[in-house]
């Protein structure tokens, strides 16, 4: 009997091995990249069928050193400041501790992102998760029909050219025009290397997609 050669980790999968694993349990695959400034980005792909696509990118967890640190310099600056005050006054320790907790629950639930997401399905369209470190999360949502593409543009940032992932939307009067530009992963700025991977997936269900509604 032969024997499958197996798949070293972070390897991209065939097309053949999607479709042998449907009705199965999805397919998942991480493979470690970088963001623009050298931060260390997960990329999870999940291959549900040759129709149906996931991908998660996963920026660092907040560091308990690091709020520990901030914590602690707001509280001896605030200590520092009620010291040397004329008036021994504990409004000023009070207000430091309700600004510290108040702004670390805007951190969370605002501004601090731990994953983003990205399904695609040829049949319904495309979905963009970003999951905040409180638990919120927030989803937008595109029908198929009113993409036109998946492509990777190049913008200006910090006085360097980066690249990153967007979604082409339709002119729903004019069609063959463009409406909308849609960035991807606008919050963990992966590299290009990074986002070859999600466009190519995202390109080979767009061709499948256009190949199934154009036949009779």
Known sequence: MEEE???GRGE????EEPARGRGGPAMEEEQSFS?????RLALQRRYYSPSCREFCV????LS?????AVTCAVWLAAYGLFALSEVMNSTILSAAIFVTLLGLLGYLHF???DHETLL???SLGIQMTS???SGKESITFFEMDSVKDVIINEAIYMQKVIYYLCILLKDPVEPHEIAQVVPVFQNAKPRLDCLIEVYRSCQEILAHQKATSTSP
């Open 5 to 7: 050669p197996a798949r």
């Open 12 to 15: 991209p999968a065939t097309e």
């Open 35 to 39: 963001d623009i400034c050298g931060g």
């Open 58 to 61: 996963s920026s660092p967890r």
């Open 64 to 68: 308990l050193r690091s709020l520990t």
């Open 111 to 113: 501004v601090k992102i």
């Open 120 to 122: 695609i399905i040829d």
């Open 131 to 133: 999951s905040y470190a």
